[in-house]
């Protein structure tokens, strides 16, 4: 699969591109002569398939006056501040001076308009969560209430309730940072009435509620778990697993929750359900699998699942460190040699790549947040 693996959507070999494919590929050759608005859904599109360089690459920082001038304009640059940011997470180089374009996106995109309200709530919540910065996010949320309320009047009242909901699943931050359960909890309930209150009029508007709703109990179970009351995180996290039976994610953090009560052998199944679901988090789903089997003293299995996370990803290298340890338990003189050797290249390699994160398959790293631009409307 590695013809597979590029940077921009052009370096794929024409005879792999699918019709689709070409069209991306059409429109990124004649960039320049797009109408505004189409560059916009194609910068969008890039950033959700994850092409972040190729975002920096076409659309240039913008100052004030040009973020001020046209909502698309200011749209473009948002997409292009998220891509920023999810690439310096990425590298380990992310700090404040990477919120300015956020910071110019919400000082100058004009008012009452989404995206000045996504850039004021990113900011919050990077201010809260990444930096801990409790004055910086106290700022951004009042700048964050402001917008919201200059844009009630321009909304429906679907779009009306579900910025209100997503609102206050970003400020809440605030309160946690003070350490204020009891306004935690007052506001994720809001955040979470809003959700439910939403009243579809298409399949569109009920795709978006969905995932909205979805995303909300994700943040309930992380609230339930600050909040140290395991039985609820356990109750809401296996809610979201039926909620959303295909998607793997749900349960690799299920299988967390169970792992932090000492449900191991429950643990080990959830697991192995999420290995039958595919990609994300395939690699990660045998390689907690192996931590358990592991636990519970079943180095064989615990060996087979460390290898199974191997042939999907042949660079985890928590995956190669388990085995490496495992394996003269096992009196496999062969697999000891073998695993000892590919540490050793991995080891090397990484030192070759040292820009490149290494993969850690620790219990904490599937349910890593995400950060995301949020759906707006230019």
């Given at each position: 699969m590695t013809q597979y693996q590029v940077d921009n959507p052009l370096q794929l070999a024409n005879e792999l591109q699918t019709e689709r494919w070409s069209k991306v590929c059409?429109?990124?050759?004649?960039?320049?002569?797009?109408?505004?608005?189409?560059?916009?859904?194609?910068?969008?599109?890039?950033?959700?398939?994850?092409f972040h360089p190729t975002v920096l690459e076409y659309v240039?920082?913008?100052?004030?006056?040009?973020?001020?001038?046209?909502?698309?304009?200011?749209?473009?640059?948002?997409?292009?501040?998220?891509?920023?940011?999810?690439?310096?997470?990425?590298?380990?180089?992310?700090?404040?001076l990477n919120l300015k374009e956020l910071e110019n996106i919400a000082n100058y995109a004009p008012s009452?308009?989404?995206?000045?309200?996504?850039?004021?709530?990113?900011l919050v919540v990077q201010y809260a969560k990444t930096f801990r910065n409790l004055e910086g996010a106290e700022f951004w949320r009042a700048i964050a209430t402001k917008e919201i309320q200059n844009l009630k009047p321009l909304l429906d009242d679907f779009g009306y309730r579900l910025l209100t909901s997503i609102y206050y699943r970003a400020v809440v931050f605030v309160p946690l940072l003070h350490g204020d359960k009891d306004k935690v909890i007052q506001e994720m309930d809001l955040c979470q009435s809003y959700a439910e209150s939403l009243t579809c009029e298409n399949e569109v508007q009920e795709v978006v509620a969905n995932e909205n709703r979805n995303i909300i109990l994700e943040s309930r179970t992380k609230e339930a778990l600050w909040l140290r009351n395991l039985d609820l995180a356990e109750e809401r996290s296996r809610l979201l697993a039926q909620m959303d039976s295909l998607d793997p994610r749900y349960r690799l953090e299920l299988g967390e929750i169970l792992i932090k009560q000492g449900k191991i052998e429950e643990a080990a199944k959830v697991y192995r359900s999420a290995t039958k679901l595919g990609p994300p988090g395939t690699a990660i789903a045998w390689f907690m699998m192996g931590q358990c089997y592991e636990a519970m003293s079943e180095l064989e299995i615990a060996c087979d699942c460390y290898l199974a996370s191997l042939k999907i990803d042949p660079e985890a290298i928590s995956a190669l460190e388990k085995l490496a340890n495992l394996a003269p338990s096992l009196g496999n003189s062969a697999l000891v040699n073998w695993s000892k050797l590919r540490l050793i290249e991995l080891?090397?390699?990484?030192?070759?790549?040292?820009?490149?994160?290494?993969?850690?398959y620790t219990s904490e790293a599937s349910s890593k947040l995400k950060t995301a631009a949020q759906a707006m409307t230019i």
């Open positions: 059409d429109y990124l050759t004649h960039y320049q002569k797009l109408q505004l608005v189409t560059k916009y859904r194609l910068i969008n599109l890039l950033s959700s398939l994850c240039p920082e913008m100052s004030g006056s040009e973020i001020g001038s046209d909502p698309a304009l200011a749209a473009l640059a948002l997409c292009r501040a998220i891509s920023s940011l999810l690439l310096h997470q990425d590298h380990g180089t992310l700090d404040n009452g308009t989404q995206v000045r309200f996504s850039a004021a709530i990113q080891q090397e390699q990484k030192q070759r790549m040292s820009i490149k994160p290494k993969r850690s």
